[in-house]
């Protein structure tokens, strides 16, 4: 009961790259640079064991930002001449890659830190890819001109690589989808059918984390503006309650998000965020036993996963290293609360 997850990304270490960045530059190259994010890797699955989480993940050390990492293996990709766009309906600018032709993986994408974190882990293993519709909220198109042509064949590689991480043990397969959020309709319409066709065939467990983004500066501002309810999941869950996506992964502690929406994802199991990533404040596990009693109201017991709001990679290490101790333990709290029949 309430097995413990993070979202997915952690600090990346001082010496792999900048830090407090959410696209930081490398700080070596080559073999050094590999054996560096694998390093990084394992560091933080020991961490992540040493905290006491029940479901562990690569922290996404190996890619630079959770989107390019996978679109920089994609043919039919011009990574070199990146552009400045407008992403998340203008939210932010970004310095973004070029799709100029047909769409095809160079080869698998994340073979690497998935064996790796295998390896060296028996707890269950979480694997984060980014969902089709943000990805295309991520690219300038210079070739499809259409944008759910463009999400499809994104869909179809992300499928292929899912398929092979699943082959390399991962337990469950999460696509990130925070354009959800901002475009609710074209999520209802188009985005969780193209996220199902990432999700075809793998027999794995399969989710998707929405959020209202990273702890940053043009998020924090935009979140300002939503207004004291925060009702955005309310147009994309029940497309999401009818699909064939097994958890959902949402915002919830500190955030204007009506806990009464979760019962829209009756049947699924809920991954509820109970740890900011917009606050250097660590939790307490009684804060975080409480968020998880409030969620109980409205998510049986049994479906219930606490888990971090968002991605922590722009934090410091050792405020992440404490929000994961905060989550366990709150988690542990929680179930001698609420345990019993
Ligand atoms: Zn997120």
Known sequence: ????AIAGSLPKPGWLSETQKLWPQWKLQGEELLQAKRDATLLWIKAQEDAGLD???DGEQARQHFVHGF?????????EHKVTMGIRDNRYDAQVPQVVGPLRLKGRVHAMEAQLA????KKKLKFTLPGPMTIVDTVADRYYGDKVKMAFAFAELLNQEA?????????IIQFDEPAFNVYMQDAADWGVKAL?????????TTAVHICYGYGIQANNDWKEKLGQEWRQYERVFPALAKSSIDQVSLECFHSHVPMDLMKLLDGKDVMVGVIDVASDVVETPEQVADTIGQALQFVP???????TNCGLAPMSRE???????ALAAGAALARSRYGGA
């Open 301 to 307: 017991k049994n479906r219930l996963f606490p888990c």
């Open 71 to 79: 679109v920089e293996q994609v043919d039919g990709i011009d990574f």
């Open 118 to 121: 295998r390896a060296h882990t």
């Open 55 to 57: 479901i562990v993940g």
């Open 319 to 325: 405020v992440a290293e404490g929000k994961l101790r």
């Open 163 to 171: 398929l092979a991480l699943q082959a390399d043990g991962v337990d």
């Open 1 to 4: 009961m309430f097995e413990t």
């Open 196 to 204: 199902e066709r990432a999700a075809l065939g793998l027999t794995c």
